[in-house]
């Protein structure tokens, strides 16, 4: 189980911080990923680590702004994110990877989140 924290309504060059809670199942041993969701458009991967956070993985459109990081110890993985823009609007959701690495592909989480909104103004 998977619970996302953190959306919210920022102006555009300003910052949030995402938060994922996992449950003891679904967390230290797996890769994780964040994805998000733009109204009328496909699921697309944003940023991924491994279960030691030792490899992660960007999209080319949030490298350099964004940054994914993860707490074992805490269950949990964050997203940060900087510089925001506009087109980064959407609904973020976090995944579980079905291995211990992280991947840009959908079909390599098994476990989702419920999603958590983020709108960047102009």
């Known amino acids: 189980q998977l619970v996302e924290f953190g959306g919210g309504l920022v102006q555009a060059g300003g910052s949030l911080r995402l938060s994922c809670t996992a449950s003891?199942?679904?967390?230290?041993?797996?890769?994780m990923g964040w994805f998000r969701q733009a109204p009328g458009k496909e699921r697309e991967f944003v940023a991924g680590i491994s279960w030691n956070g030792g490899i992660t993985l960007y999209s080319d459109s949030v490298k350099g702004r964004f940054t994914i990081s993860r707490d074992n110890a805490m269950n949990t993985v964050y997203l940060l994110m900087n510089s925001l823009k506009p087109e980064d609007t959407a609904v973020y959701y976090c995944?579980?990877?079905?291995?211990?690495?992280?991947?840009?592909?959908?079909?390599?989480?098994?476990?989702w989140g419920q999603g958590t909104e983020v709108t960047v103004s102009s």
């Open positions: 003891r199942r679904t967390s230290s041993n797996n890769g």
């Open positions: 995944a579980a990877a079905r291995s211990s690495v992280s991947s840009s592909s959908r079909s390599s989480y098994q476990y």
